[in-house]
Structures are given as C-alpha cells and as structure tokens.
C-alpha cells in the first residue's frame, strides 16, 4: 500500500480507474515505483522509523477494492495463519455447545486471557421497523476453539447462568469488532452487562481510520487474507429449534466473524509493536491497560 493510494479518496480511484481502464493498474504501479523511489532519498537515520511507521498505518487503514480483494486468499477458520510466528499453523476447530458440554467449555473460556465475541440475531424484514429479536447465538473464541451457545428454549438459562460471570467480569478481554449493537442487545435480552473490551474499529480509529473499516475490511489489509461474506448467510434463520442444526455454512460464517477478531489482533500488535515509541498515547495507555 502506497501513500499516493491512501491519500486518493475512493470515487476519484474510481474515476481513475474508470478513465484509464485497463491501463489503470500500471499507473498505480507506476505511481507507487516513483513514490518508493523518493522515500529512498529522503530517509536517513533520524526519520526512517517515522516514515516507516507512516507507511504501515497508511497500509492499515486503507480500504482495499474487489479487485484486490479477490486476490487474496481465504480466511481459513481450522487453522491460524498470517498472524505471527509463534500462532501460524496451530489447529482450531468449531464446536456447537450444548447442555452436556457446557461444563468443559465454560472451563477452557475461563482459562484464557482473550476472547474472540460476537453474536447473530434472526433479521427481520418488516421494512422500516428496528430489529428488537432476541440473540439466537452467542460466539466466543479462544486460541484454538470457536464456541457456538444456541439461545433457544432450556439451553437459555443454563447458558446464561454459565456465561454471566465470564461476560461481566474483568479478567478476560473481549475483542469485537462493532460491538456497541452486541453489548446493548445482550444487556437487554439476558440482562448480561459485558465488561473489559476492545472493540477493533476504536484500534483502528487510533492509526487514523477515519470510520469504521468493517471486518472483512480489516482482515484483508491486517492479515492478508479475504473473509468471506454472504448476506444469504448473514440474513439466515439463526433462530432455529434446538431439534434443527445450524447449516455448515452458519457454522463457518459465525466461527470466521469470531476466530478473525483475535486473529487480528494478534496480527495488528505483532506488526505495530516495533513502534511503540510513537504510538499515541491513548492507544499506549489503554493497551496497557488491557494487558496487550
């Protein structure tokens, strides 16, 4: 990622694109050998990790097209990849709890430092009218598992009850992404007031995001990798009886939401933490503050 790129706003790459066509992609390229070649002369020892840090935000915080996007290779949730040496290549996998397992899980949960968080909610398509379902599912992830809690009938009370100490309490970090519609649905549904968080789109905003980038967005330009996202999946029955399996599909999509968060995560702190020196200082302060 180049700075004449991050500087370009998206219809005036698009009006670029647009007018040079095919052509387009070599005067980026182009454009980009030109900018590598001015940075040449200008570092020197006072400011190479100034423009270098420069550099890895601008990167960060750009939005990547479709083109580029479908470039990329696929998030892959039975394993860690592109994050950092120590995590790459170790296996995870997806379980659905239920009541006979809810012990061994809530046990794994509560020994981990950070949480993946996210949850579904059944759409509704009553034009115009806010969506006040309750959550149908509530994902959590560690290192190496995705734990899936199916909010229906006698699975509700004993999770909640299970869950209610780990959500509110301060010894493990939740990591979301947008999760300001999770923490208010979840305090309304099941009375649980989450506590201790890191939502990704604040980390962001503090390299200078403007906005909110999105998952899929962070994954490509944190971790390299394309997320994939469908709203036949996204917009699917979450809601279903107990006596009715989620579909794989279901499975990978609320897995990916959630392993992705730690995974970018870990990604964004192994690749910031050589600048440490200049980050600001709300992010030095409240990343210290959560133990990252």
């Not at 009006?15 to 030109?34: H, S, T």
């Not at 592109?82 to 997806?94: A, K």
């Not at 009850?161 to 999770?182: C, F």
């Amino acid at each position: 990622m180049s700075l004449f790129k991050f500087g370009l706003s998206a219809d005036k790459s698009a009006m670029i694109k647009r007018e040079l066509g095919k052509n387009a992609a070599a005067y980026f390229a182009a454009m980009q050998v030109a900018e590598q070649a001015f940075f040449a002369e200008i570092t020197n020892e006072q400011n190479q990790q100034s423009l270098a840090w420069l550099q890895l935000r601008s990167r960060l915080i750009t939005r990547i097209d479709d083109s580029e996007l479908a470039r990329l290779d696929d998030f892959d949730i039975t394993r860690v990849q592109s994050v950092t040496p120590s995590l790459n290549g170790q296996l995870r996998q997806v379980t659905v709890v239920n009541l006979e397992t809810l012990d061994a899980a809530i046990e794994d949960i509560s020994s981990q430092a950070w949480l993946g968080f996210d949850t579904e909610t059944a759409a509704t398509f009553e034009k115009g009218r806010r969506n006040t379902n309750p959550i149908s599912l509530i994902q959590i992830a560690t290192a190496t598992h995705c734990y899936l809690f199916r909010m229906q009938a006698e699975n509700i009370e004993a999770f909640k009850a299970a869950l209610m100490p780990i959500l509110s309490a301060d010894k493990q970090l939740k990591v979301g992404i947008g999760l300001r519609s999770d923490i208010n649905a979840m305090k309304r549904d099941y009375g649980i007031c989450i506590s201790h968080i890191l939502d990704l789109n604040w980390l962001m905003n503090q390299l200078g995001a403007p906005k909110q980038l999105g998952t899929q967005q962070m994954a490509a330009t944190v971790i390299g990798l394309k997320l994939p996202k469908s709203k036949k999946v996204t917009l699917s029955n979450w809601a279903k009886p107990l006596s009715e399996p989620l579909s794989e599909l279901q499975l990978q999509y609320a897995a990916a939401d959630t392993l992705v968060a730690l995974d970018i995560l870990h990604g964004l702190i192994e690749q910031i933490a050589p600048f440490k020196s200049l980050w600001p200082k709300s992010l030095s302060q409240r990343l210290a503050e959560l133990g990252c």
